[in-house]
């Protein structure tokens, strides 16, 4: 047997390791044959005189940070990925919260103030996503529905199209903004 059986008075068995035990973590073996048990954990506590059985030590549990929930300040569209692509690629883009202040700023970087808006509770606004052929045939919606502020990505497939260069459009409220992407085959 490689596991020594020792009774204590109190009812509880303690099971020790011996030189022939083939668990994980034994101990290496010295010149002599006899077994060199580590006297730390592996968070390297001194085990008082214990012999590590060797299957597991616990670590104690791993601390998770919050993390800061941020609302986007500005719309943006990424370039595809990849690109030149074939038949599919992958849109990324941001969603802004919407002006909730009714207010909108002036060239001359004074406020207008629409005294008839009322602050809206819905932050979700429309998102228009297109794709468009070189020619300006619109040949894709990908998107257009309300999202609300935060980080999405879409697919596109051109199995359905011929290679060339394409372009693809993110609309919402005053936002426009277009990239090319370029379909080889």
Known sequence: STLEDNNTNNGTQTLKLTSGSVAINAGNTSPNGEVAVPTEDQRGFDRNGETDIGAYEYQGATEIAERETVTPSKFELFQNYPNPFNPTTKITYVIASPDLSGRGNLSNGQQQIASSQAPRNDSSVQV???????????????????????NYSVQFNANNLPSGVYFYTLSS?????????????
């Open 128 to 150: 228009s996503i297109k794709v468009y052929d070189a020619l300006g045939r619109e040949v894709a919606t990908l998107v257009n529905k309300k999202q609300s502020p935060g």
């Open 173 to 185: 409220g005053d936002f426009t903004n277009v990239k090319k992407m370029i379909l080889m085959r």
